[in-house]
């Protein structure tokens, strides 16, 4: 069987203006119409995973039990952790090591986690990683 994940959802407040954070965070297009939800994608429609924004009457109260690890391509981990803070997000946690590695803890402004972590350019080589079979 195969699957593809249309949507990572959001429930939000203001879901145009999660949608444009996050939009300025990924690069990627705002996509929205008379109904309240705000889509987040590279094209629309698309094949390719997209971000869906609704908005919702009550606060966020908890973690979230998911969360997104995003690595940058075109610049370093550090200038996108510093472009979400000019954007409105706060940091949770600061994990990056004095060799370079680890990553951030973040939340966006309406406090939904998320981690952004070394692009593949700034990483150092490493073997490969094993394959688990779960039953």
């Not at 990572?8 to 705002?30: K, M, P, Q, Y």
């Not at 939800?37 to 609704?54: C, H, N």
């Not at 009457?57 to 510093?82: F, G, Q, S, W, Y």
């Amino acid at each position: 069987m195969t699957i593809h994940i249309r949507h990572l959802t959001f429930d939000c407040a203001d879901a145009r203006g999660l949608a444009e954070f996050w939009s300025a965070i990924t690069g990627w297009h705002l996509f929205y119409d008379e109904d309240p939800e705000v889509v987040v994608a590279k094209s629309y429609p698309s094949t390719e995973t997209m971000l869906l924004f609704i908005p919702v009457p009550e606060p966020k109260t908890a973690k979230n039990r998911l969360h997104m690890d995003i690595k940058p391509v075109d610049t370093t981990r550090d200038e996108l952790v510093e472009r979400a803070l000019g954007l409105g997000a706060t940091i949770l946690g600061d994990h990056r090591t004095e060799d370079g590695g680890g990553f951030v803890a973040l939340q966006d402004p309406e406090g939904n986690e998320f981690c952004i972590e070394l692009g593949d350019h700034e990483r150092k080589p490493h073997g490969p990683m094993k394959i688990g079979l779960t039953i």
